[in-house]
């Protein structure tokens, strides 16, 4: 597609419910990102997927998260047993490849967003 | 650990002014350093990116410059226009991938 789309865009859940986040990457970028946005402060890395693998998990913050991206496309970030401090903008972002081309063609682009509220 | 500060949390001037937005970090063994733009309700897109080995970055109006060795990038706005009102991060890349650490952020209001 031409952009980066993130479905839903707002999910209102109860706490201990199970969510499913996803993402549309930009098509040919191999390269697909996680980040989690707390109100009033930077995005925080979740997961990088190069392909199908995650290629770099760390900065998930339990094994209540979880994602992934079966056809190296579209990816879903999987949230179990929600609870109240899960509550923030979950950002995608996707690129051509890994690493960064010095002229700035391989830029990350990101999507919208979408925002989680865990009552 | 890397650390991203910026600083003001909040800056409002009148339209046609010039201004400075300022990151530091605590670890100059960076790859590159990026600073994006943030509108309510949109993604965050991509103003400039300086790699470790450059200086500054311009694109149009807007200058970034990297000081690797201090620790500290600013970021530049001439002329500064009511609709470059959003908030600005600047984000630092450990490596030649995107697993970005980044600042809360400025959050800027030109007043026309």
């Known amino acids: 597609g031409a952009g980066v789309s993130q479905t839903p865009s707002n999910k209102v859940t109860e706490k201990g419910k199970y969510v499913e986040l996803r993402c549309d990457p930009i098509?040919?970028?191999?390269?697909l990102y996680w980040y989690r946005q707390s109100l009033g402060q930077g995005p925080e890395f979740l997961i990088y997927?190069?392909?199908?693998?995650?290629?770099?998990d760390s900065g998930l913050p339990n094994d209540r998260f979880f994602a992934v991206r079966p056809e190296g496309s579209v990816s879903t970030l999987k949230i179990q047993r929600t609870e109240r401090g899960d509550s923030a903008v979950y950002l995608c972002?996707?690129?051509?490849?890994?690493?960064?081309?010095?002229?700035?063609?391989?830029?990350?682009?990101f999507g919208a967003g979408s925002r989680l509220t865990v009552l | 650990k890397q650390e991203v500060t910026q600083i003001p949390a909040a800056l409002s001037v009148p339209e046609g002014e010039n201004l400075v937005l300022n990151c530091s970090f605590t670890d100059s063994a960076i790859y590159n350093l990026q600073w994006f733009r943030q509108d309510p309700g949109k993604g965050l897109t991509s103003l400039l990116l300086?790699?470790?080995s450059q200086r500054e970055q311009t694109s149009g109006r807007l200058n970034a410059s990297l000081d690797k060795s201090s620790g500290r990038s600013t970021l530049y706005i001439a002329a500064s226009q009511p609709g470059d009102s959003a908030t600005y991060l600047c984000a630092v890349n450990p490596d030649s991938n995107y697993q970005l650490i980044w600042g809360a952020g400025t959050k800027l209001i030109i007043k026309p």
């Open positions: 098509s040919g970028h191999t390269a």
């Open positions: 300086i790699q470790s």
């Open positions: 972002a996707s690129s051509l490849g890994p690493g960064l081309a010095t002229t700035g063609a391989n830029v990350l682009t």
């Open positions: 997927f190069q392909g199908t693998g995650a290629a770099d």
